[in-house]
């Protein structure tokens, strides 16, 4: 008895491991990846003068005082909110859409808030019904949440260098991501065309990761759903906009999708049956964020300098910067393995991610977040010239 107590725990997660009709999701995914930096974070953590942390893009700025005021302003919200939100977030997401975005057209039926984008990005195979047999298609290198959709619902990761070079067959989703995470690559007008019609030809939907647009330093990023690119329909297109990099607001996971009102409506029903609600404070922070241009722009500031500093740095160190047009990181080479560059760095109190966590073509690249204070930004600077 006394043993059999002690030894429950055990034996009922091994019960469920065990069950033969089980199969565990966790089995269908990689590893996690940011567990491996660990080690590294601990020696750049040893560093006399503190660790200079630029391998997560996590903001690291106040939220600005209009969205505080709105958030606070929406606490007494003991309701259920609904998954569609509210007609004035509604409008506020039409309305950008069409400034911002030059979308035309937009109607409520065009849009859909979301929980932070990353949560849709694992989980739209699964909400669209995808499995065993299907592809869900995205860049070589690329923000891995794209295969842990894929492998969640049980269809096949497929990755492109062009997407028109994809086979189509058993091909149902797409994804675009411009500007790129990791590489800050701004794909053009005329592959962004391009990419619709071919989509369009094979009847796969597309979505365009389109979370760091507002962020582009070399290159001004264009929406797929710009009339230029979408003919002014968004027939099998949808966008996904999140607020966490352009307002600060990664703690408040706040995000929402723009296009094709079929595919929008469906996403709409099962999310109502799963409780995928968006905070009715979140919601409100949203339309006061999405309101407001003066705090996009003294961010984008702050970006600009850390970037600047950053890029010069690591130049002047003997790094080679590769596209980085847009976004918030540097995309850096020393033509030499990514954890060697890491494990240099992380001697230096200097924390970056190594490229292979986007991909195998990544692994003689590192990238490098500008998403740390100027303090921090500082400290690294005079670290690298020494
Ligand atoms: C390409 C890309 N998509 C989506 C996300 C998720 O952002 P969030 O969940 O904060 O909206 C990220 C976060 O870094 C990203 O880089």
Redesign the pocket.
């Known amino acids: 008895m006394g043993a059999a107590s002690s030894s429950q725990p055990v034996s009922r997660r091994a019960s469920l491991r065990d069950h033969p009709s089980r199969e565990s999701l966790r089995d269908r995914l990689p590893a996690f990846p940011w567990d491996r930096l660990e080690p590294y974070k601990a020696t750049a953590a040893a560093h006399a003068d503190g660790i200079v942390d630029l391998s997560v ?1 996590t903001p690291v700025d106040p939220v600005p005082a209009v969205v505080q005021q709105a958030l606070t302003g929406a606490a007494d919200s003991p309701g259920y909110p609904t998954v569609w939100g509210t007609a004035a977030l509604r409008d506020a997401l039409t309305g950008w859409a069409a400034d911002r975005l030059g979308a035309q057209g937009v109607e409520h039926t065009n849009v859909l808030p979301i929980v ?4 849709l ?1 694992a989980w739209l195979p699964t909400q669209l019904g995808l499995g065993p047999g299907d592809k869900v298609g995205y860049p070589r290198l690329a ?1 891995p ?1 794209y295969e842990v959709g894929a492998r969640l619902a049980g269809a096949e990761p497929v990755v492109y260098d062009d997407p028109w070079d994809l086979d189509p067959s058993g091909l149902k989703l797409l994804w675009l ?1 411009s500007p ?2 990791p590489t800050g690559r701004v794909l053009g007008a005329d592959a962004l065309r391009r990419t619709v019609a071919w989509a369009r030809e094979h009847g796969v939907l597309l979505f365009s ?1 389109e ?2 647009l507002e962020l582009g330093w070399e290159a001004d990023p264009v929406s797929v759903l710009h009339p230029d690119i979408c003919g002014g329909s968004y027939d099998g297109i949808v966008a ?1 906009h ?4 352009r307002s600060n607001l ?1 703690g408040y ?1 706040a ?1 929402f999708l723009v296009g094709d009102a079929a595919v929008l409506g469906e996403l709409l029903e099962i999310r109502k049956h799963g409780g995928m609600m968006v905070a009715a404070p979140v919601q409100a922070a949203t339309v006061a964020a999405l309101g407001d241009t003066v705090h996009v722009t003294e961010q984008r500031e702050r970006y600009a300098r850390r970037r600047a500093a950053l890029r010069a740095a690591f130049e002047a160190a003997g790094f080679r910067i590769e596209h980085s047009e847009a976004s918030l990181y540097l995309w850096a080479t020393r033509d030499e393995p990514c954890w060697d560059t890491v494990g240099d760095l992380a001697k230096r109190g200097i924390l970056v991610a190594p490229g292979e966590f986007y991909g195998a073509a990544g692994e003689r690249f590192v990238r490098i977040a500008f998403t740390a204070t100027d303090e921090r930004v500082d400290a690294a600077v005079r670290r690298l010239a020494e």
């Open positions: 893009g932070g984008s990353k949560e990005v923000y949440t991501n790129s995470n990761d979370c760091y996904v999140s607020l966490s990099k990664a996971r995000a």
